[in-house]
Every structure is written in C-alpha cells, then in structure tokens.
C-alpha cells in the first residue's frame, strides 16, 4: 500500500494520537481536504480490508479442524461449522447458545485444562476427553492460545481441536489385542507340558482308588484328586481355546440350528426362575466357524448372564439377525454380518468392568467362583473367525453382549461344500 502522503497534497498536520480525531478524520469528517484527497485511497483501503477478512473467514469456515473463540467463563463467543459437527450441533450458531462447560465430561477436567492455559498460555496438542451433545465421550486433540488482560487474568482462549476418538479407540484395540496375543502364548508354552503332568496325576489317582475299595474314605481322597484333575485340565483347554492354538474346524453353520440345539441346555443352565426368550430372524444368511467353539462361546455368554442375574428371577434373551455393519477396525466396509445376541436383565456393570471384561483373569467374582476366562475365551473364538463382538450396558440395567460375524459369501459357500 502506497502511503497517502506519496501522492497529491500533504494531508493536514497530524493532530495529536486522539483516537476519536484520528477516526474522524479516517472516515472523512475531518477537514475536508483529506476528504477530497484520500478518500479513493481510503476506499481501496476498505475493500481491501474486507477481501481480507473474507479471505479469512473461508479458511475460518472451511477448515476441517473445529476452530472456536470462547471466553474464561465458558461463553462461546464464535465457532466454525467443523467445531459444531465434531459436537453434533446443526450449525456454528446453535453451539453458541450452549456453554462449553457442558462439553466437558468432568468440571476436573476443564479446570485442568484452563490451569495448563493460564500457566503456558499456548497449548499444543494437548489431548483430553470431552463429550458429544448426545452424552458419547469424545478425545479431542486441541490447540489454544490464551490472551490475558493487564492484571494477568485469563479473558480469551482462541484454539482449534480435532476429533481423536477413533485413533484412541483403535490404539485401545491394539493395545488390547498384544495383551491377550501374549497371554495367549504363555498359556499355549504351558499348557503342553501342564497336560502331561495331570495325565500321570489323574492317572496314580485312578490306581488308587482302585486299590483302596476296601477303604471307602481314602478311595473318597483319591477321588477328590481326580475330580480336581479334571476341574484343572478343563481351564487348560479353556486357556488353549484362548489362546488360538486347538485347531478349530471351521463349517458352514446356521446361528439359528445352534440356538435351537442349544435351548434345552441354556434353560437347565439358567434354572427356572430365569426365563429364557428366543428370537431367530429365520431369513439370516450362514457363517463360517466351529460348531464347538460357538457352543463355547454360547455357554459361556449364558452362564455370566445367570450370574449376573443371582437368586432372584430375572430373563434372557437371545436373538439373531442379519446386518450391513461399517466396521473401521476391519478396514472393510459395508459387510454383511450376521448377529448373535444375548441381552439379559441383570446387575450390568460400570464403565470400568466394561473396559477390562475380555481381560484373562479379570473376574469381579469370588474367589472359586469364576475364572476370568470366558469371556477372554469368547473374544478369541470371536476374533479367530474375523468376527467382532460389542458390549452394552450400564449399572442395574443388564448386559447385552452382540456377536458379529461375517456372512459367507456365495464363493465361500461353493469353495466350503467342494472341499
Ligand atoms: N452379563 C454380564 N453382566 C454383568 N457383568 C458381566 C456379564 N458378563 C461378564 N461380566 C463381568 O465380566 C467379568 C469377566 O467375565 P468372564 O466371563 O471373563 O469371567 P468370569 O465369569 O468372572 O469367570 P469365568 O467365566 O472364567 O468363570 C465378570 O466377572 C463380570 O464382572
Ligand atoms: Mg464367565
């Protein structure tokens, strides 16, 4: 920009910096030479400003990362479209009449955030939780700059944040996965050599109980013994179906023959006080996997929803169906599935049982009473046939456990009968 005093006459002495002179003569009611002198100029000046400053209010509206101007107290004071979408509101307008308070999961957590800002002033990506408008948690990677009045307080914060939810829920996967993948080859190393050892136990303790006819309360001991045996050898192909190493058989298989097949066994395991309700979507296509293992994975889904139900009366409910799931861990889309649930009415459980329920030995059970390893076992079997399973449920509200898997394509049934 050519400053006005390059061309035509000198403007007016500059009168003092007082800022209400100083505009007037801008805006062309000071003297009128100015006015007459450099009011093109201003113009030009104007639009300029405003090509500006539309300029950048393109890239404020059209950036993918959620820009926002808000104040100490929580006020939004401008936010841009990807800001509301990352939240669920409709527009930038409608997230401006809610406070940012309420998108915060814990008040700790926005005041942890504004001490880092007051004491850094600039904070980059600086991670923490924060919620949807629908209640869903959100981790959201955010940078902000904090500006400041003349006595040091906090009175602006402008920042940018983007939504990392999905990265922390596949890095949670992965993290998950490793953990069971390393458990799953400890027990495989001793499970071989655990096997032997309870072979020779089981069998000195049959000889026993053989030789001790005459003494019925020490054959009564070496009973006991072969009974603990078989208790022991139980967890031992239990931890072995976990850990992927006992070659399952898959076959072609309908859900809904399992669940019939299976019925009678889920109502002697349930007891009658539980009701059992079945719901078969007859038109479900079929799956690939090994009748066994999902008899495994079955018993086990129903035998935590007795427990979870206790002594007084309660229902179980197991359905099954057909579904088009976008899975982004499986990195393919749209799939077919075909899915198994079991939903039951009893205690459920908090976020922090859900987090570590397919844990090996993560059991909130007495001791003696549960193991920890059914559920890991079902997420292997699950896992082992490219299948997914989805927990839902929340404190006294019951459990629904949702079994994904894949339904087998034309090919796959051709190439499964031809073999
Ligand atoms: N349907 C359910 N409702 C409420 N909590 C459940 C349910 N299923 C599992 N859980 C919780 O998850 C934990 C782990 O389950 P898992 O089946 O892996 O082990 P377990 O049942 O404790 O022992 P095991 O199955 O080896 O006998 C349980 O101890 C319980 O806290
Ligand atoms: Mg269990």
Known sequence: MKKPSEDGPPPAPLAPPDPDNLRQRLIGLGEHSIR?????????????????????????????????????????????????????????????????????LAPADRDRFLGLL??????????????HRDGRPLWVQINAEGRFDAEGRLTRIYGFLSDHTQRREMEAQFRQAQK????????????????????????????????????????????????????????????????????????????????????????????????LETRLDPSIGRVMADPGQMEQVLMNLMVNARDAIGAGS?????????????????????????FLQVRDSGAGMDARTQARLFEPFFTTKQKGKGTGLGLSTVYGIIKSNKGHIRVRSRPGAGATFTILLPETTRTAEVRAKNR
Do not use: W
Request: contains cysteine; proline residues 4%; aromatic residues 6%.
């Open 36 to 104: 007459k002198s450099h009011y093109p100029q201003l113009q030009e000046r104007l639009a300029e400003l405003e090509r500006s400053e539309a300029r950048y209010r393109r890239l404020f509206e059209n950036s993918p990362a959620g820009h926002f101007v808000s104040d100490a107290d929580g006020a939004l004071l401008d936010c841009n479209p990807a800001f509301a979408r990352t939240f669920g509101f409709e527009s930038p307008a409608e997230a401006r009449r809610i406070s940012l308070i309420d998108l915060y």
């Open 180 to 275: 069971m993948e390393a458990v799953g080859r400890l027990a495989a190393s001793v499970a071989h050599d655990f096997n032997n050892m309870m072979t020779a136990v089981k069998g000195y303790a049959e000889l026993l109980t053989l030789k001790l006819a005459d003494a019925p309360d020490l054959a009564e001991y070496a009973r006991q013994i072969v009974e603990a045996v078989r208790r022991a050898t139980g967890l031992i192909s239990q931890l072995l179906a976990f850990s992927r190493r006992q070659t399952p058989h898959p076959t072609l298989l309908n859900l809904n023959r399992l669940v019939t097949d299976m019925a009678d066994m889920f109502r002697q395991v349930l007891g009658r006080s539980i009701a």
């Open 314 to 338: 309660g229902r179980v409910r197991v359905r099954t169906g057909g579904m088009i799931a976008d899975i982004p861990e499986s990195g393919k889309n749209d799939r077919r599935y075909v």
């Open 118 to 131: 007051r004491e850094k002033r600039l904070l980059t990506h600086h991670e923490m939780p924060m919620r």
